[in-house]
């Protein structure tokens, strides 16, 4: 853990440096212990067969006991043999374990190779029973250990001059992180509309840096559409707080009749109805921002949904001698209440702007992953279209000449947009051949 916590300490070009030292230091390694097995391999190698052709010639000179009938000529044709060879050393010893003869006395060599040769009983000659042949490997220890000196210091020097240079590369690679950073750290105090700029930057820092410009984007369409929520929402409260003042102001000028009286407040009380439906609304939306979900429970019939809406409007149709007719049926998991809802908003809309003595069409459809789309049509003047991507927007309206209505602020379809989103749905709108459909889909849930 503790291990992990200092890594996480280390900057990027410590790691990437570090990482290379160690990678090189591990090549480098097997490297020089290759070499340094490969070149110990063979001298032993050489060392075997050196040892091996003086054994054969001292066992030839022993083995022929013929033409050396005394010790001493024996002993004088082993000296002739080891003297052309300043690696090989002789010793024969006695039976009794005493030593008889050694060549080069002084220089026999200490931990060289050894094989001892004992004689057989009949071909002993004189009293020795042992011959010890020694080969010194001293300089090709000497060799190895030099060799493996110098691919020492080789490694630990490469692997110095790679970790450095790869520091220095990796410093250099890193410098447009840096410089992204510079330019991040500047944007905090530049305009909201500054973006970070992808000149000069490595391919693999485009895409993030991109996704980065994406995110302040959407930051700033989220901070304007604050902005103006703000600025409409003030708007929205202040024209009935103005004319509600204005109504106090009058009634307590104290020269009123009761009936004048009444109507002041009954106007207030207007307008404190309009204010909070506002807030209602605006509270509605908070909550569906704020991620919380549609309550589903299962609905057999959208259509009989619909024609209790419907039913709700009966008068307003009658006295705009207006007819509504629902088409198509669905069932689904659905919170009812917020369909009756969104539904009530679109009937409200298409009640405003049908043209009078028309039909409003309610048209139910489902699809195969069990969604249902409600869309309401009606016959009226089309929306501009420059208006239609905003007609869902919080406080939009087209009509601005209505912007005084007690009623309608712009958020009726805002609210229609929020349940299907409540609903994992969407909104559509759509003008043609002077029919505007606007309808919502809902996905339906466990
Ligand atoms: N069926 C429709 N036909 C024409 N315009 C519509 C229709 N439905 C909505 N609109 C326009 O979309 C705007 C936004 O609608 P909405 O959010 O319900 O606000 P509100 O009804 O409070 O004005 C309205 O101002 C209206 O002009
Ligand atoms: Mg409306």
């Known amino acids: 853990m ?33 070499v340094h097995f490969a070149i110990k391999d063979n001298l032993e190698e050489k060392q075997s067969l050196h040892l091996q052709s003086a054994v054969s010639a001292i066992k030839h000179l022993i083995e022929s006991p013929k033409n050396h009938q005394t010790s001493l000529s024996i002993l004088h044709d082993l000296e002739d043999l080891v003297h052309g060879d300043r690696d090989v050393h002789l010793k024969l010893i006695e039976e009794s374990g005493g030593i008889l003869y050694i060549s080069k006395p002084s220089a026999w060599p200490q931990g060289a190779r050894t094989i001892e040769l004992p004689l057989p009983e009949e071909r002993r000659i004189a009293s020795y029973s ?80 991109d996704q980065f410009n994406d995110l302040l984007s959407r930051l700033e369409k989220a901070y304007l559409q604050l902005e103006s929520f703000n600025a409409n929402v003030a708007h929205e409260l202040r024209t009935p707080l103005a004319v509600m003042t204005a109504n106090c102001e ?136 420059e208006s239609l991507p905003h007609i869902f927007d919080r406080f939009y309206r087209i009509d601005t000449s209505r912007i005084s209505s007690s009623q309608n602020h712009g958020l009726g379809l805002a609210i229609v947009s929020a349940i299907a989103r409540m609903h994992g749905g969407d909104t559509t709108a759509s003008c043609a051949n002077g029919a505007t459909t606007i309808g919502i889909y809902v996905r339906s849930g466990a």
């Open 130 to 209: 042992t011959v010890v042949i020694a080969l010194d490997t001293s300089e090709d220890q000497a060799l190895i250990a030099k060799f493996s000196a110098i691919l020492l210091a080789a490694t630990l020097v490469g692997c110095s001059t790679i970790g450095l240079g790869g520091f220095v590369i990796v410093r250099q690679g890193l410098y447009p992180v840096r410089s992204l950073a510079e330019q991040t750290r500047q944007l905090a105090t530049l305009a909201i509309g500054e973006r970070l700029n992808t000149q000069g930057i490595p391919d693999e820092l485009v895409l993030l840096v």
């Open 250 to 385: 009058l009634a307590l000028r104290g020269s009123d009749t009761a009936d004048q009286l009444r109507e002041y407040i009954g106007s207030n009380l207007e307008d404190l109805q309009s204010l909070s439906g506002i807030i209602s609304d605006m509270l509605f939306l908070s909550h569906a921002d704020r991620g919380e979900k549609a309550r589903r429970l299962p609905i057999a019939s959208l259509s009989t949904l619909c024609s209790e809406v419907v039913e709700y409007y009966e008068a307003v149709f009658l006295e705009a001698g207006l007819n509504c007719i629902i088409q198509g049926d669905a069932s689904g998991s659905f919170d009812g209440a917020l369909l009756r809802r969104a539904v009530s908003n679109l009937l409200n809309n298409a009640v405003r702007h049908a043209q009078s003595k028309s039909v409003i069409e309610i048209n139910i459809k489902s699809d195969k992953e069990g969604g249902a789309h409600i869309s309401v049509i009606n016959i009226g003047a089309p929306i501009p279209e």
């Open 2 to 34: 503790k291990i992990k916590s200092f890594v996480d300490t280390i900057s990027l070009s410590g790691r990437l440096t570090s990482g290379l030292a160690l990678f090189s230091l591990c090549v480098l390694g097997f490297l020089f212990l290759g």
